[in-house]
């Protein structure tokens, strides 16, 4: 496994419009979360080179140690078999999977599916049921193989590494996936060639102006910084939009956690009896779908939620 701490890093001017002057926002460690004078991208800079990205994701996610481990934080394998294990955790994400089908189907011209980041295939999954035809690419060989071993056709691979075939696809969904990448604009524009004419894209991804970064300061989730490259708000995502020759259809922001205890939760994970464990993360969900959601609600609606969602149509 390559330790990502060894990798060099480097600064990058912006992806969106390539200007080079930036305003510092945060600094945290050794990174600075910057703001694009001209047109407003936050970016994180210094940051692994493009190349290095298949040996950082195998770092975080990959090898088949990492898969069968179910301890560590970022560890993936942890997170599939909680899916696995836990059947109210697979109804959660299925009825989020669900909701943003139904966009999809109402938008895009056929039923041609492409899962860019696509995972385990959880997503992938829950398509097939609704009679999608689908695909799907992801960077982290072990999840890809996950997602393969579930029947699902998951290429490894980056968008920039991958031949699509042109207009060979409906819909391309990317679930928090854009903010990885290293030239989301040039991946868009890829995507743009492999979708049939008016087919759909859709992408969500942590909301530069949530009301909780403004809350949390350097705290904010969002901040995951050798992996968060670009931080997005409803209006630069606009922006890389109409840059990829995309028209935006919806945008909504969703998800705003009252309770987000994550790492706690991890802490005491097998050290306290698995009922109680589960009961406490049960709580959380709870705490957050029902009290999180009526206080969040007028900042969601302002667009100030903690993740943004949109929807687009190839022009
Ligand atoms: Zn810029």
Request: proline fraction near 4%; charged fraction near 30%; aromatic fraction near 8%.
């Amino acid at each position: 496994m390559v330790d990502s701490d060894a990798i060099s890093r480097i600064d990058v001017p912006c992806a969106l419009c390539g200007c080079g002057e930036a305003e510092v926002r945060y600094r945290i460690g050794e990174f600075r979360v910057q703001q694009c004078v001209q047109c407003g991208l936050v970016a994180v800079n210094p940051r692994f080179p493009e190349e290095e990205t298949s040996h950082v994701y195998e770092a975080y996610y990959g090898g088949e140690a990492r898969v069968q481990d179910t301890d560590g934080e970022k560890c993936y394998g942890g997170y599939i078999k909680d899916v696995e294990r836990q059947r109210s955790r697979r109804v959660h994400l299925n009825r989020i999977h669900r909701r943003r089908l139904r966009t999809l189907e109402n938008l895009a011209p056929g039923r041609r599916l492409l899962d860019v980041g696509s995972a385990a295939g959880f997503f992938l999954m829950d398509a097939r049921e609704r009679r999608w035809e689908v695909s799907g690419l992801d960077v982290s060989d072990s999840a890809a193989r996950y997602a393969r071993s579930h029947r699902l056709a998951v290429r490894t691979g980056t968008l920039k590494d991958t031949h699509l075939e042109p207009e060979s696809v409906d819909a391309v969904t990317m679930w928090e996936v854009v903010e990885h990448l290293h030239d989301p604009l040039r991946d868009l524009l890829t995507l743009r060639h492999a979708l049939r004419p008016h087919g759909a894209l859709a992408i969500s991804t942590p909301n530069y102006d949530s009301v909780l970064r403004r809350i949390r300061g350097g705290r904010w989730h969002g901040f995951k910084l050798d992996e968060h490259l670009s931080l997005f708000s409803p209006q630069t995502v606009g922006l890389l939009l109409e840059e990829a020759g995309f028209e935006p259809v919806r945008l909504l922001t969703v998800r705003t956690d009252l309770l987000r205890a994550r790492r706690a939760l991890l802490r005491i994970r097998g050290r306290v009896p698995d009922a109680l464990y589960e009961t406490l993360r049960l709580g959380q969900t709870a705490i957050n779908e029902s009290l999180g959601k009526v206080i969040f609600f007028p900042w969601e609606k302002l667009l100030q939620g903690d993740v943004l969602e949109v929807y687009a149509r190839k022009r």
